[in-house]
């Protein structure tokens, strides 16, 4: 017979950070709040402007980059971080800011919906900690390919 996974006695998930918790109640009032296209994309900067300056500036980047090579894809955020979706409201790519999960970089990834498929291995994730002239220009063609 497995064991129980039970909760410490000081009343701290044994399975969950505060963190992971508080990404999972954003979850739920995004789920909740039905926003409009604008709505979302409004959330979105108001995410990113709440962001400490580094990962801010960072996000700042990342949503022009990806508004200026993938206009089809809307805004949205995503367990509170910003993300973009397709036509069927899949998420394609999201920005993690170091702060979220008091990391030492930032994160660029994409999801399922992206087609980037390239053999049986490909790469889903990028750590950021600052962006070239060239790391905008492979970010920029990622999402285009992502997006199509």
């Not at 971080?81 to 970089?105: E, H, L, Q, W």
Request: net charge positive.
């Amino acid at each position: 017979m497995a064991a129980k996974k039970t909760a410490k006695k000081s009343g701290k998930s044994a399975v969950l950070s505060a963190g992971e918790k508080a990404a999972l109640r954003e979850t739920i009032a995004e789920r909740k709040a039905n926003l409009s296209k604008e709505e979302a994309e409004n959330a979105v900067l108001a995410r990113i402007a709440s962001m400490p300056p580094s990962d801010r500036a960072l996000a700042k980047k990342i949503h022009a980059l990806v508004k200026a090579a993938a206009p089809e894809l809307a805004a949205k955020t995503w367990y509170g971080m910003p993300a973009y979706t397709n036509r069927d409201g899949k998420i394609v790519c999201f920005f993690k800011d170091a702060a979220k999960f008091k990391s030492r970089y930032a994160t660029f990834g994409f999801e399922e919906a992206a087609n980037l498929d390239d053999g049986d291995m490909w790469p889903v994730a990028y750590a950021l900690k600052e962006l070239t002239a060239a790391d905008e220009a492979r970010i920029s063609a990622l999402v285009k390919k992502a997006a199509r």
